[in-house]
């Protein structure tokens, strides 16, 4: 079995679905707040306040060829690390659809916000 997100957006609509707000929304209101984090967004707080960063993945790459000069030779040439592309294209607009897998952008110390809460 491979790693998935998809259980991460089902639940996230199920939540949406059931109150009626958006889950950064609900997120906020009973999360969030509660615990008193100040610099914590969700994907659209972030892109919006300038704090969340750009991502990149590798494309224009020959993953097959690339396998077969690793078997051969032991190393890969530069072609084989493929060309940076920016991830912006994937996450325009309120970025809804990644609240559940991955819409959470944290400070280190809201991440430490309070050593004594119970989860």
Same mark, same amino acid.
């Given at each position: 079995? *491979? =790693?998935?997100? &998809?259980? =991460? ?16 929304? =609900? ?6 707040? /509660?615990?008193?984090?100040?610099? $914590? =967004?969700?994907? $659209? *707080? @972030?892109?919006? $306040? !300038?704090?969340?960063?750009? #991502? %990149? ?5 020959? #993953? ?14 530069? #072609?084989?690390?493929?060309? /940076? %592309? /920016?991830?912006?294209? %994937?996450?325009? !607009?309120? !970025?809804? %659809? &990644? @609240?559940? /897998?991955?819409?959470?952008? @944290? #400070? ?12």
């Amino acid at each position: 079995m *491979q =790693y998935n997100n &998809i259980h =991460y957006w089902v639940i996230a609509e199920i939540i949406a679905h059931l109150t009626d707000v958006t889950y950064p929304q =609900y997120v906020q209101h009973h999360i969030l707040d /509660p615990l008193d984090v100040t610099a $914590t =967004y969700n994907h $659209t *707080q @972030a892109g919006e $306040t !300038g704090r969340r960063s750009e #991502s %990149f993945v590798r494309a224009d790459l020959n #993953s097959t060829r690339c396998a077969e000069v690793w078997e051969k030779e032991d190393k890969l040439d530069r #072609s084989c690390y493929g060309q /940076p %592309f /920016p991830t912006s294209w %994937f996450s325009k !607009g309120d !970025g809804l %659809f &990644i @609240a559940g /897998p991955g819409g959470l952008v @944290a #400070s280190a110390n809201d991440m430490v916000c309070d050593q004594n809460v119970e989860f």
